[in-house]
């Protein structure tokens, strides 16, 4: 509190979007970017100067001639484009020779969202922008020292194993040899061609029975569920290695195909070994555990009230008839364990509750909740509490109307630019806060009504979760994901909301 940071997002929209969510939590802030006028953006740097704001959110339109010596922080919010990027922009940070802490946030949908925005580039411009992204990529996914990676890429060598400093170095993460791995995939690849996705081969390689793999025939192929001793994540972790590797090449203008190349047939030949950092996700061993993860908030979960809100649910759904988690699901209680919530409103803020499941299954959680914090006195983290600002995009509200309006799916994600995945995933979290939605018109059209049934009947009588992967597993392979998905929505709306 009080030190000088920068922020810095990809587009001039979530510059100005991170800049009112963290003005709305008492952060003094402000934006930067090209589209704003002159005066303001040369207003809001003296600001920054002066100490009158403590954090400027930007674009990198921002830092260029910028004279502060005592940045204390950089945030990357979204992954930069490039390694050169990224270290100038660092690089901003700590220029007194005083603390200079940089975090950047990394998930690889940005990387697939900044490969789409490549698509209709000229062909040379794309190679380039790929080159530097897979670099971008290597480095975020390295377990590598930070530092010995970084002079390496500009052609320095850093002779120390461990810098003291950085992530990797700090807290050196689980290895795997992922030689054998990366050679099945290979192989597979190479049997099956260069028509497909990455995570269509990972499908394969799990023995994941979609349509379109049906269409193939590739059900039948000898790669079919070759690699299923892992799971979808871990494959896909192998095939970017691959990527990183050069082993294979990705064809961004033709959808992302992957094929093998030279270099890849070069290691089927002669393998060697290849170790992969182990993500928390792709920690096998950890999914075991019945630890309770720290949700996204921040703050390991109360273990004891965590229990009790469970057993609390369990007698919730008797009396309503209803499976566990269609009264709230796991990660809204993990939530309730962290933040304490004793009013409705404060409930309504929990993650994945919202204002008609808060009211209609909330008050007993809150009594429960209200007695344990007075037992055991608690100071509650309401202080932490990140308080929300309306959401621009206007998405949610979009798609209430629009399926209000009985809306075909495929239309509503191309008026929102999303794809089918990502516009199933913005129903489900409507559906979840307990609004109300009847999909049922837009079902009947695109699921036999026998398929519909057996799904729905599994999700109120036999299902023990509302996992994706077990309904999968236990339903079989003539049910897809998406139609799965589909009524589960349906299930929830018509049983829980």
């Given amino acids: 509190e009080g030190k000088s940071g920068i922020i810095y997002c990809l587009s ?69 484009k490039s390694l050169e990027g990224y270290y100038q922009e660092t690089g901003r940070a700590g220029r007194d020779g005083g603390d200079g802490h ?186 075991e555990t019945d630890a309770v993860a720290p949700t996204g908030k921040g703050g390991a979960a109360d273990e004891e009230l965590f229990s009790m809100l469970k057993d609390l649910r369990k007698k919730v759904a008797r009396q309503h008839d209803l499976p566990p988690f269609v009264i709230f699901q796991d990660p809204s209680l993990e939530d309730m364990a962290i933040q304490y919530p004793i009013t409705i409103e404060e409930m309504q803020n929990i993650s994945g509750v919202g204002v008609g499941k808060a009211r209609k299954f909330g008050e007993e959680f809150i009594r429960l909740i209200r007695a344990y914090v007075e037992e055991k006195e608690i100071v509650r983290p309401q202080d932490m509490i990140v308080k929300s600002v309306g959401n621009k995009s206007g998405n949610k509200i979009f798609i209430i109307q629009a399926i209000d309006r009985k809306m075909d799916f495929e239309d509503i994600a191309r008026t929102k630019d999303l794809d089918f995945d990502e516009l199933l995933t913005e129903i489900e979290g409507i559906v979840n806060s307990g609004t109300k939605l009847d999909i049922s018109y837009y079902i009947e059209q695109v699921i036999d009504e026998d398929k519909s049934n057996d799904i729905y009947l599994y999700f109120k009588e036999d299902a023990q979760s509302d996992s994706l992967d077990e309904a999968i597993e236990e339903l079989g392979g003539d049910y897809t994901e998406e139609e799965i998905r589909l009524v589960r929505i349906k299930f929830m709306c018509e049983q829980g909301n």
């Fill in 12 to 80: 001039r929209k979530k510059v100005e979007e991170l800049t009112e969510l963290l003005v709305a939590n008492g952060i003094r802030a402000l934006a930067y970017h090209a589209g704003m006028d002159a005066q303001t953006r040369a207003a809001n740097q003296d600001d920054f100067l002066m100490e009158r704001a403590d954090v400027i959110v930007a674009t990198i339109a921002f830092g260029m001639g910028i004279d502060k010596p005592d940045v204390r922080y950089v945030i990357h919010y979204d992954i930069p």
């Fill in 102 to 287: 940089c975090l950047t946030f990394y998930s690889y949908k940005d990387i697939q969202k900044l490969e789409k925005f490549m698509q209709g580039k000229p062909v040379a411009e794309q190679e380039i922008g790929k080159l530097l992204l897979l670099e971008t990529v290597s480095y975020a996914e390295s377990s590598m020292c930070r530092r010995k990676t970084l002079l390496h890429y500009f052609g320095e060598e850093y002779p120390e194993e461990n810098c003291g400093c950085c992530d990797n170095c700090l807290h050196p993460k689980p290895k795997i040899d992922a030689q054998a791995s990366l050679r099945m995939a290979l192989e597979a690849l190479r049997d099956l061609g260069d028509k497909f996705k990455a995570d269509y081969l990972a499908s394969v390689l799990v023995g994941k029975n979609t349509a379109l793999i049906k269409s193939y025939g590739h059900n039948k192929s000898e790669w079919f569920g070759a690699g299923a001793d892992h799971d979808i994540r871990y494959w896909g972790a192998v095939i970017r290695q691959a990527l990183i590797m050069g082993l294979i090449d990705k064809n961004i203008e033709n959808y992302g195909l992957l094929s093998i190349n030279t270099k890849g047939e070069e290691f089927i030949a002669a393998p060697r070994p290849v170790y992969i950092t182990l993500d928390h996700d792709y920690d096998e061993e950890e999914k």
